[in-house]
């Protein structure tokens, strides 16, 4: 097989042989003179694939044969792609899916990953002690539990998460105070009775008003 000019091009013999003929020339030289058939397979004789196609059933052949190794490919791969996501199937099972490239990949993904998860744990660890402090400084004790909803992997972001609890509980402390020197009866969360529940405080997805309401119902969270 040649590649020349952007065709391919083929023996007569090999073509024939694809399509639905044997190459069946019916020369019969006797060895000395050139023979009197020449047959339509003539090893000498070539075409572009282009013209090849456009035989009598070698398109539908070709397009056949495509269609068929483009549904093999795309079967492998859901199987392999399902095989590697199902949490279900050991590490061993999924290592034996893959090449030796992949394998080297997924092997670094997973290292990286421990890695950043252990820097991440080390970093929070780090902004916790942080926040401790600084809520200390206030004269303020949470419970751990508290605590990790104030801290991120973020420096400034566990800074602004403090200062702003702080800040509201002074004033929810301030209003109690105040409330219990005029006989009020105290409001939910400061020992009366509680109107919502730790739980649905801390599934509160906004986090200035889950910090307002954490403030305002301490007595929850100690």
């Known amino acids: 097989m040649k590649f020349k000019d952007n065709h391919w091009r083929f ?20 060895g000395g003179g050139a023979g009197a058939g020449t047959g339509a397979g003539s090893v000498t004789e070539q075409m572009s694939f ?45 290592l034996a899916q893959m090449t030796k490239e992949e394998r080297a990949e997924y092997k670094a993904q997973k290292l990286q990953k421990e890695l950043d998860d252990y820097k ?14 600084m809520l200390a400084d206030e004269e303020i004790n949470i419970p751990d539990e508290l605590l990790s909803h104030l801290v ?36 939910a969360g400061t020992g009366g009775n509680q109107t919502m529940t730790k739980e649905q405080i801390l599934a509160i ?9 954490i403030a305002e119902n301490i007595t929850l969270f100690q």
């Open 120 to 133: 991440k744990k080390e970093t929070l660890s780090e902004m916790s002690k942080t926040a401790r402090k």
């Open 50 to 94: 282009d013209d090849f196609l456009k035989l009598e059933g070698n398109q539908a052949e070709f397009d056949r044969r495509v269609q068929k190794a483009t549904q093999t490919a795309v079967s492998n791969a859901q199987q392999k792609w399902k095989t590697l996501t199902d949490d279900k199937v050991s590490e061993a099972e999924k």
């Open 152 to 187: 991120s992997d973020s420096a400034e972001d566990t800074k602004a998460s403090v200062e702003s609890f702080v800040k509201l509980y002074k004033a929810a402390v301030q209003a109690a105070v105040k409330d219990a020197l005029k006989g009020n009866p105290p409001k």
């Open 205 to 213: 997805k906004n986090p200035s008003e889950r910090q307002r309401l």
């Open 11 to 30: 023996p007569m013999t090999n073509l024939q042989l694809f399509a639905d003929g044997d190459g069946g020339g019916s020369g019969t030289g006797d």
